[in-house]
């Protein structure tokens, strides 16, 4: 991600991250539906094929819509291809050991536990990127990530707390998630965001598919009786919303797109609210409340 981003580009980055974490935030229920009735690596492998399909089918359209000739990947220049390839690749083992985890971990454990631990990649993005990219963080950014940690664990752990099987299983996907976004920050700023995303689910399903065959007994029915969820899972969130956080990524710090991403369960709590007329208690409402201060707090300059 450049650190000169222009004011107009940031704000595009940031534009296309909340909305990337507003179809997370409503992505949820499809995805519980889908793993009542379907094995989590033929679910995961079947929803990238589909979303690798459909953004390979798309590309031509938005190659025209930002007035760039059509190429197959994008670019003619064999460095960048090299480039693509290796981030895409990367980005999607990454993104289909998370998946699978989640997936996996949410068959033992509950909602809102599994929504605290994978968010807890806000406390991962920065730690990892400073150890490995030797990222700059800066005071802002840590004190941002301490609130936004507070606000998650009040949006989502309204339970007793105790330790589970899936709670062990579902710590792997913040490590996994906040790699993935590392990924992307490290290699996407000359790249095509779509290819790239095109790439990443190719990979993903493609792990996600020897894995199934060692590991699960799919099936033609498995993946036909969850295919309303599997399809708005694999174009919305899948093919739209891992795309948008590419291309805002783009624009944006590694630390504020990771809490911007966070705020998908915030959405998720407000789509419950308004459209199945779920409440939200005082709890989950200062939750909120601290997300959206901490992504505040984490933009400002770093002035001594």
């Known amino acids: ?107 033992y454990t509950s909602a809102g536990k599994s929504g605290f631990i994978t968010a807890l990649y806000i406390v991962l993005v920065p730690i990892l990127g400073l150890l490995i990219f030797k990222n700059k963080v800066t005071s802002y950014n840590w004190l941002g990530v301490i609130i936004a940690t507070v606000g998650m664990y009040f949006i989502c752990i309204t339970e007793e707390l105790s330790i589970t099987k899936g709670d062990f299983i579902t710590l792997a996907c913040p490590i996994t998630f906040a790699m993935q976004i590392l990924v992307v920050d490290y290699y996407i700023e000359d790249l095509d965001g779509v290819r790239f995303s095109c790439i990443q689910f190719g990979v993903c399903s493609f792990i996600s598919g020897i894995l199934m065959f060692i ?59 308004i459209y199945l007329n779920q409440t939200m208690s005082l709890r989950e409402l200062s939750g909120c409340v601290l997300m959206f201060i901490a992504i505040i707090i984490a933009q400002l300059p770093d002035k001594k």
Request: hydrophobic content about 50%; charged content about 10%.
């Open 215 to 273: 590991f699960e007994h799919p099936s033609i029915e498995q993946i036909v009786s969850s295919l309303g969820p599997l399809l708005y899972l694999a174009i919305m969130s899948s093919g739209i919303a891992y795309t948008l956080q590419i291309i805002g990524q783009k624009y944006v710090d590694s630390v504020i797109a990771s809490m911007l991403m966070s705020l998908e369960s915030v959405f998720a709590l407000i789509s419950g609210w």
């Open 1 to 107: 991600m450049s650190s000169q981003a222009k004011p107009s580009s940031y704000k595009l980055g940031v534009i296309a991250l909340l909305v990337c974490s507003i179809i997370w935030g409503t992505s949820f229920v499809a995805q519980s539906l889908g793993g009542q009735v379907t094995e989590p690596l033929t679910f995961n492998c079947a929803r990238n094929a589909v979303a690798t399909i459909f953004l390979f089918i798309v590309a031509p359209f938005f190659d025209k819509l930002v007035g760039k000739k059509y190429t197959l990947w994008g670019t003619t220049d064999n460095r960048l291809k090299k480039k693509l390839f290796l981030g895409g690749s990367l980005s999607g083992i990454c993104l289909a050991i998370a998946m699978f985890m989640q997936q996996w971990g949410i068959m």
